[in-house]
């Protein structure tokens, strides 16, 4: 027996919505939340909040000996508060003293083509701070052996900041080129360094040369008669003399032309009589 052609769903099957289920509003949740349908799980050791030490690490991993349970190697060979008083007692004792507070370096390492030099603090530094620019072949130990024993200033803490390399166009082609990466170190000092002012006279000179410079630039790449424009720089140290700029017609100037050559003949004529004559003994 066939089943009837009304008992079989088609394949595009659409319900009418006059045959919908009858459904109540407040029983469908239209957005589900996101949260609540994992399992809560006690937090673990490590993000337990200590606050009242200054080695957290320490008394962390002290709770997980307690617990019974391994301890992270980030909690491993931790400080203790006991190591840490006898560190700073050392680092008193080496201040009072006038000595070193680490071990100083025992092989010599040259930079001969180095260069270490100390740049202007930025806002953010304060005076207790100074920094230095170094080859990127030195470390953090190197610049404070360095300090120590060449100016006996004692760097207690060393920051290091890579300047990376930037894109940069030569002046003669279209062609770029990667500037240098540079290596710049920050030191915590004992005592406040405050950079001297700069002399006004310095200033005034330097913003001098400047201006010059801008005025030398703009006559060279000048054009047309803007190249004839007298040039004022150093003081009128390159300034010449304002000639005559009188108009001569054209039929003037050739007849002058002509006069001068006449002239320059007739004077030509004589010298060479005065010299025949003076050969002959005339």
């Not at 099957?13 to 996101?34: G, H």
């Not at 300047?163 to 002046?171: F, I, L, M, N, S």
């Not at 010298?271 to 004559?277: A, F, V, Y």
Request: net charge positive; glycine share 4%.
């Amino acid at each position: 027996m066939k089943p009837s052609l009304n008992l079989i769903r088609l394949l595009h099957y659409k319900q009418k919505v006059n045959k919908y289920p009858v459904v109540n509003l407040s029983d469908v949740e239209l957005t589900k939340p996101r949260f609540g349908f994992r399992r809560i799980r006690q937090p673990i050791i490590a993000q337990s909040k200590i606050t009242n030490t200054l080695f957290p690490n320490f008394e962390l991993a002290k709770k997980y000996i307690e617990q019974g349970k391994r301890i992270p190697n980030r909690f491993m060979n931790q400080t203790t508060p006991e190591i840490a008083k006898e560190n700073f007692e050392k680092f008193q004792e080496s201040i009072a003293l006038g000595e070193p507070h680490f071990k100083l370096g025992n092989n010599k390492v040259y930079f001969p083509q180095g260069r270490i030099c100390l740049l202007r603090n930025n806002a953010k530094h304060t005076p207790y701070q100074a920094k230095f620019l170094v080859p990127k072949a030195m470390n953090k130990m190197d610049l404070r052996d360095y300090l120590w024993n060449i100016y006996g200033l004692r760097a207690l803490n060393i920051t290091v900041q890579l300047q990376p390399g930037t894109w940069k166009r030569g002046p003669w082609d279209l062609g770029r080129y990667r500037s240098p990466q540079l290596k710049k170190m920050t030191v915590d000092m004992a005592d406040p360094f405050i950079w001297p002012e700069v002399p006004k006279s310095l200033v005034d000179s330097l913003e001098d040369q400047m201006k010059n410079g801008e005025k030398f630039v703009e006559l060279n790449t000048a054009k047309g008669s803007d190249k004839d424009k007298p040039l004022e720089n150093n003081d009128g140290m390159y300034k010449q003399d304002k000639l005559p700029n009188t108009y001569i017609p054209k039929n003037k100037k050739k007849m002058g032309k002509k006069m001068v050559k006449i002239f320059n003949n007739e004077m030509n004529k004589k010298s060479q009589m005065e010299q025949l004559n003076k050969y002959l003994n005339l």
